[in-house]
């Protein structure tokens, strides 16, 4: 069972995402907490073909095997 591409059959796909947070160091300089953090994701691109969409549903289908 897999999502598999609409486009090309590959079941292989990236999505590239950006983020931060905000971190809390001690007087040493290590790390204490990561205060916040957020992600915002690109769209998911099949690593095969390079179709890409916001939702893996929009360039792939689930398949049962
Ligand atoms: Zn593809």
Same mark, same amino acid.
């Given at each position: ?18 983020? @931060?947070? /905000? ?5 040493? =300089?290590?790390?204490? &907490? %990561? ?5 915002? @994701?690109? /769209? ?5 073909? =390079?179709?890409?969409? &916001? %939702? ?10």
């Amino acid at each position: 069972m897999s999502w598999k591409c609409k486009y090309c059959g590959s079941v292989e796909f990236i999505q590239k995402f950006t983020g @931060y947070h /905000n971190p809390i160091f001690d007087k040493n =300089g290590e790390y204490i &907490k %990561y205060s916040y953090q957020e992600r915002t @994701y690109e /769209n998911i691109t099949c690593e095969e073909c =390079g179709s890409s969409g &916001k %939702y893996i549903k929009e360039i792939a289908e689930w398949v049962e095997e």
